[in-house]
């Protein structure tokens, strides 16, 4: 097949594309430059397409022997990805950039344009199978846990899943490592980029404070409704959070307290016990399928948080999303994150978290 | 393959491939005073001779240098100092608006970091500078101006200048004058002492010589402040070691274009012709930019509506066919064209362009292998489409 492979400069995407040409593939490679203003030198393990970072693109593109370009996505991840992290965050939820830009940048923009000029899918460095099964192309876990990202692909449709390949699903970080090294390729040893990419010195708080107007309002006793505290604006906290709340010992119990409620509108941050976060019931907006629609009713696992444990539950699809039902309870579940749904191994399909209760 | 970027860069000649292999493995600085020096000297000082006068220079008045960027350096902003210094009222710069990033960065330099303005001028919808818009940029008091830069021929739309007329208009108020000629001496005759300005600058690999050598040619009563200092090996202009078998390759490349030019002009010429109207017979849509005529005879440039220039240049790359967007890149990503900008076109127009140069070594089958490669890229960057800007 002619094969897109896209190159990040790290070493799982080139012993993607390098295990691709091998197939037998016809490989061309492409750095998405998503920085309007890219810095010359990656700062430890952060922060992302750096020139240095598009260098060491062009260096393993040149080992594998495929032509290389650099494709201009920005002005998309700027609107897509970072417009849209902003925005949900101002809105009281919790999103995750990266699942936004395997949706909208990767797996729409860079796959349709590669369609259209003419290849027959895009290969990336994530680790997650596909397998095909009875019903097409089936997105599945990768075999190493630690690593498994099928929960920030769970937004991929049939069709995308149907033109992607992911070479690395079948082994772990160590095997990647040691191939890279024995490829030759240089960044076999580069760190793994953590955290969000377009916020390279990783405080959230304080990139989200410089985007969003904010204005202090009160910390206020979920159990009890008294004002314990103020805080510096509603948008920077996160349901389940801990930290940051810096409100001493309010209740004088020594329990912790967490955030268990924000709401943006009135600006206010509710606090509790641990145990106010339990809940039993997602719902969740905006389903994508990666293959056919589950049946109502029907177990499933789902998982809540990128690197989070996947917990036995049912679903139900209603007009406006899914209804899931947890059959133990939960501790801390953000609006705005995605449920990602799995049949053992097999995504099911990934859905907005829009709210979440405890039903008894 | 079809190579069709020869204005970015053109194989060297065999001549100078020899003449510069000759001398690598020799001994000798030009600067050390012992018989290998000296001959390495000659060298240098026989070649100097010659690239002055295939340029209409006198042997003086040639800076060799180690590139076009670094001669367009000196000449903008090494002019644009020893003005002010001679009169603290010159603290302004005019370029054009369409010139190449080795004169508008240092021109925009000079306006934020080192106290200078800066004029742009405009151009026509083909990309000229005219006389009456280089007197409007003067404006009514031109006392302040330091030094005008204007391109001799544009390198992305191979839009020709009228120097002679441009540089009589600086002339009138005493004002210095640089022109980028980077592009021209392959396909021009290129002479200093005809185009009436100070400054001018060439570059080696873009004749047929070899990378990393170029010269700027300043008039001996122009005074320039240096930007490397060292042991000022070249008039106190310019310092470092002399790369005598890159001049050398320098001057027998220029010397090669001399004899040939005239032939190649029209065998090229008319293989560029026959390209642009092959191409224009495929897509009737294409916009061939720049002027008919007052254009470099190796360039046709086109705006190929819908269809980004990246995706065009990556589906004739995969076909073996070589060419450019004719913008230049940040980080490996084509910028819109600010030459096209400036010549008046949308910003997706000005993403949607191809440029094909062709050299001395272009034949009919490297037309032919564009022309047959081109209707596939067309239809598949068309279905690709435009991102968003």
Known sequence: MKVLAALSGGVDSAVAAARAAEAGHDVTAVHLALSRNPQSHRTGARGCCTIEDSNDAFRAADMIGAPFYVWDLSAEFQEKVIEDFISEYSHGRTPNPCLRCNESIKFEAVLERAMALGFDAVVTGHYAQIVHGPHGAELHRAVDPDKDQSYVLGVMTAEQISHSMFPLGDSTKTQVRAEAEARGILVAQKPDSHDICFIPDGDTAGWLARQIETEPGDVIDAETGNKVGTHKGAQAFTVGQRRGLALGNPTGDGERRYVVDVDVKQNIVMIGPPTLLDINVIEAVNPRWGGPLPVNGQDIEVQVRAHGESLPATVEVTADGVTIRLKEFLRGVAAGQAAVMYEGTRVIGSATISRSRRES | ?389
């Open chain 2, 1 to 389: 393959m079809a190579y069709l970027d020869h204005a970015a860069t053109t194989p060297m000649f065999p001549e100078a491939v020899a003449a510069m292999s000759e001398l690598l493995a020799l001994p000798g600085n030009p600067s050390s005073l012992h018989a290998s020096g000296r001959l390495s000297r000659r060298h240098v000082e026989e070649a100097r001779e010659t690239v002055a006068r295939v340029l209409g220079a006198r042997a003086g008045e040639v800076v060799f240098t180690a590139g076009g960027t670094e001669a367009d350096n000196i000449g903008l902003k090494g002019l644009a100092w020893a003005e002010r210094e001679r009169d603290s009222k010159k603290r302004r710069v005019v370029v054009s608006a369409i010139e190449h990033h080795a004169i508008l960065d240092p021109a925009e330099w000079l306006r934020d970091d080192d106290e200078f303005e800066l004029t742009l001028v405009a151009v026509d919808e083909y990309g000229r500078v005219t006389p009456e818009a280089l007197r409007a940029a003067l404006g009514e008091d031109p006392s302040d101006v330091a030094v005008v830069s204007i391109m001799l021929a544009n390198n992305e739309v191979g839009t020709v200048n009228d120097i002679v007329a441009l540089s009589a208009v600086t002339r009138e108020h005493g004002i210095r004058f640089h022109t980028d000629a980077v592009q021209a001496p392959a396909w021009l005759n290129v002479r200093h002492d005809e185009l009436g300005v100070c400054a001018m600058t060439v570059s080696g690999h873009k004749v047929g010589g070899p990378h990393g050598v170029g010269a700027l040619v300043i008039s001996r009563d122009c005074v320039v402040t240096p930007l490397v200092h060292g042991g000022g090996q070249e008039r106190d202009v310019r310092s470092g070691t002399l790369d005598t078998p890159a001049i050398v390759a320098f001057a027998k490349a220029l010397e090669v274009v001399e004899a040939r030019r005239e032939s190649e002009v029209a065998r090229v010429s008319a293989l560029r012709d026959q390209l642009v109207q092959r191409v224009q017979e495929i897509a009737p849509d294409a916009v061939y930019n720049g002027h008919a005529d007052e254009r470099l005879a190796n360039n046709a440039h086109f705006t190929f509506p819908g269809c980004l220039g990246d995706s065009l240049l990556m589906l004739l790359d995969a076909q073996g066919v070589e060419c450019s967007v004719g913008s230049a890149c940040s980080a490996g990503v084509p910028q819109p064209s600010h030459v096209l900008l400036a010549m008046g076109a949308s910003a997706n127009d000005a993403r949607s362009t191809l440029r094909f140069t062709l050299g001395y070594s272009s034949t009919q089958d490297d037309v032919d292998a564009l022309i047959a490669a081109l209707p596939s890229a067309l239809e598949r960057a068309r279905r690709a489409g435009m991102p968003k800007s």
